[in-house]
């Protein structure tokens, strides 16, 4: 399964993309910010579990855009040259 619209749960802002199912079958999970607050208040554990989700995923998109960028400045540089 992928996440999506984890920065929009964390911290309120607007979401930067809409969800569509390209496949008959799919099932998508919708989780509001208040619905996970109260589950982090109900099941302490199954709201920390939810969270390091969250931020792992976050993680590897964020190394992921890193690499990106890195790839490109090496690319850039070479073209100065």
């Known amino acids: ?3 999506t619209g984890e920065m929009s749960l964390l911290d309120g802002g607007r979401r930067s993309a809409d969800l569509r199912a390209g496949e008959d079958g799919v099932v998508v999970l919708a989780l509001r910010r ?4 109260a589950l982090a208040e109900d099941d302490p554990a199954l ?3 939810v969270l390091w989700n969250i931020a792992s995923a976050l993680a590897l998109r964020l190394r992921l855009a890193n690499w990106q960028q890195q790839g490109l ?9």
């Open 1 to 3: 399964g992928q996440i």
């Open 34 to 37: 208040e619905r996970l607050r």
């Open 47 to 49: 709201g920390n579990a």
């Open 73 to 81: 400045v090496r690319e850039l540089q070479a073209l100065k040259q």
